[in-house]
């Protein structure tokens, strides 16, 4: 009965991921100086995703549209990102952003804290 449920949620997800790539729209504009900037500052950004969750692919979309490549980690089963997440964060719950900066580490969990988060920091 596990792989039936697991089949149909990867095979909605797969879906929903579909939809989110031909409807993403554009990316925000930025110099190029200003990107190298950003990019410079998301280097202390990692997201724990599984890739078909709903609220996975919500943050990676509005990621996309605020043109912020930040370094996207597996946490699926068998994942060594999983271990990681779970050592460090406390819990396996995606999405999951971890934010160092000035030598601290931030677990935040829920998709649209992180989004508030990125729009808050990023524009």
């Given at each position: 009965?596990?792989?039936?449920?697991?089949?149909?949620?990867?095979?909605?997800?797969?879906?929903?991921?579909?939809?989110?790539?031909?409807?993403?729209?554009?990316?925000?504009?930025?110099?190029?100086?200003?990107?190298?900037?950003?990019?410079?500052?998301?280097?202390?950004?990692?997201?724990?995703?599984?890739?078909?969750?709903?609220?996975?692919?919500?943050?990676?979309?509005?990621?996309?549209?605020?043109?912020?490549?930040?370094?996207?980690l597996?946490?699926?089963?068998?994942?060594?990102?999983?271990?990681?997440?779970?050592?460090?964060?406390?819990?396996?719950?995606?999405?999951?952003?971890?934010i160092?900066?000035?030598?601290?580490?931030?677990?935040?969990?829920?998709?649209?804290?992180?989004?508030?988060?990125?729009?808050?920091?990023?524009?």
């Amino acid at each position: 009965m596990g792989v039936v449920i697991s089949l149909i949620r990867n095979g909605i997800g797969g879906i929903l991921v579909f939809f989110d790539i031909i409807t993403r729209g554009t990316k925000l504009k930025r110099s190029p100086q200003a990107q190298q900037q950003i990019a410079k500052e998301l280097e202390g950004l990692s997201l724990y995703q599984f890739f078909a969750c709903p609220f996975c692919i919500k943050t990676r979309r509005r990621m996309y549209k605020l043109n912020l490549p930040i370094t996207k980690l597996s946490a699926a089963k068998g994942s060594p990102h999983r271990a990681a997440l779970l050592d460090g964060g406390g819990k396996i719950q995606t999405p999951c952003l971890r934010i160092e900066q000035d030598g601290q580490v931030q677990w935040l969990y829920e998709s649209s804290a992180i989004i508030a988060y990125l729009e808050q920091r990023f524009t």
